[in-house]
């Protein structure tokens, strides 16, 4: 029985580790591919556009592709146009790390955690009263990885409606920013190479970080409070 919680939990965690791990190896791959088919990418048609999106939708769910790299390059090619496709496939890869969720055994990981650590079932109450919240300010955060914070709060048990309209939410001023970057660019390469370069770049995702560890933060402290 132990052995079979124990493989429930490592599921998870190994493929969380690959979700951190696996987004770094392919965004390199990308940016090199894009760098030598620049003219292929500027020719692209628009419904091309559409169906490479809906690809990158489940690349994205699977880690295989950070949307927020690939709003850079949406950005650089397409501008401001490519803002409906990016919330269309940030969504859309959210929704479908949410149901594969169920396939993690999900019930099983809070369950087998909550025995073992029964401060965690503390921390499940307080996070169900304030999903929305949590949820907004962590896909605020330009550091923190896109797949695994959806992962983390599917298996958590967040309600869907809950981690769509707080993901939502949380994405657009990343989205935004990433396309206003590529947008402004003049040579894809530099761009891929340096991302946040610039000082207007910077002290927005300052800014970014700053309110989404503080809203974070208010979180664990309200916890703290209670508990005591």
Do not use: C
Request: charged share 15%.
């Amino acid at each position: 029985m132990e052995t079979s919680a124990h493989k429930k939990i490592s599921l998870p965690v190994v493929i969380s580790v690959l979700m951190t791990v696996v987004p770094l190896i392919t965004t390199s791959i990308l940016t090199a591919w894009a760098i030598n088919h620049e003219k292929v990418l500027r020719t692209l048609p628009f419904e091309w556009w559409l169906g490479v999106t809906f690809i990158l939708t489940i690349a994205s769910s699977a880690a295989l592709t950070p949307p927020t790299f690939l709003a850079l390059v949406y950005g650089y090619f397409l501008g401001w146009s490519s803002l409906p496709m990016l919330f269309g496939l940030n969504l859309g890869a959210i929704a479908i790390i949410y149901v594969s969720a169920h396939f993690l055994h999900a019930e099983s990981v809070r369950g087998y955690l909550i025995q073992i650590y029964p401060k965690v079932g503390n921390l499940l109450r307080q996070f169900y009263k304030n999903e929305l919240r949590l949820i907004f300010f962590a896909k605020l955060s330009p550091v923190l990885p896109f797949a695994i914070t959806n992962l983390f709060f599917a298996m958590a048990g967040a309600r869907f409606r809950q981690v769509l309209a707080g993901g939502t939410l949380g994405m657009i001023p990343r989205t935004v920013l990433a396309v206003w970057a590529g947008k402004e660019a003049q040579d894809i390469r530099y761009l891929l190479e340096h991302p946040n370069e610039g000082l207007a770049t910077k002290i927005i995702l300052i800014v970014l970080i700053i309110v989404s560890t503080v809203g974070i933060g208010y979180f664990f402290r309200e916890k703290k409070v209670i508990e005591s």
